[in-house]
């Protein structure tokens, strides 16, 4: 897989901008993912159980024949406090942005996880990612996707809560919000149908 930078010049309300992602090129799914160029979404955390570095970023996948295009959301955690493990299985996440509340239920979350992983230096990271194209009768959808990712891009203030038998947030810096703006200029740029679900 070939990762190259892309800039995907825009026509927003009349003006002109430049939208940076990254492009990567996956030949065994037939697939072109786009996420931000700079990723500006980690954050740090800590609480008396331990640290939290937190990443939340969007993305893209388009399919190599133009078909269809959707967006992709990912959270993910990583700590050196082994409770993530417990409360990871069974958690909700909570998105508001201005006011605006998206729920997005256990069973999604848990159907999107991504096994955890421990590194050498005793963290584990717990990671979940949400896709527009998924199937299945857990999946978030693009419609969905579509809304929360615009509402976030449009917003001053996003809060990102896992709640389950433990509660863990974040408030996203102006420079993370900025990494949605990029990257639905980008996903807007793209020539697919949107996947519609």
């Given at each position: 897989m070939k990762k190259s930078l892309i800039t995907a010049l825009l026509v927003c309300c009349?003006?002109?901008?430049?939208?940076?992602?990254?492009?990567?090129r996956d030949a065994a799914l037939l697939t072109t993912w786009y996420s931000p160029h700079r990723i500006k979404s980690a954050s740090k955390q800590s609480f008396f159980g331990g640290s939290y570095w937190w990443e939340i970023s969007p993305g893209a996948g388009e399919k190599f024949d133009r078909s269809r295009k959707w967006l992709t959301l990912t959270i993910s955690v990583r700590t050196d406090d082994s409770n993530i493990l417990t409360m990871a299985g069974g958690a909700a996440a909570v998105i508001t942005a201005d006011g605006a509340e998206f729920?997005?239920?256990?069973?999604?979350?848990?159907?999107?996880?991504?096994?955890?992983?421990?590194?050498?230096?005793?963290?584990?990271?717990?990671?979940?990612?949400l896709t527009g194209d998924a199937a299945g009768p857990f999946a978030l959808g693009n419609l969905a996707l579509d809304k929360i990712e615009r509402t976030i891009a449009r917003?001053?203030?996003?809060?990102?809560?896992?709640?389950?038998?433990?509660?863990f947030g974040i408030r996203l810096r102006r420079e993370q919000i900025e990494n949605f703006r990029e990257l639905c200029k980008a996903y807007d740029a793209l020539s697919s149908p949107a996947a519609i679900r």
């Open positions: 009349g003006a002109l901008a430049v939208a940076q992602v990254d492009r990567q729920d997005i239920p256990a069973i999604v979350m848990a159907d999107s996880m991504k096994a955890p992983s421990k590194d050498i230096l005793d963290f584990w990271t717990v990671t979940w990612v917003a001053s203030e996003v809060y990102v809560t896992l709640t389950g038998p433990s509660r």
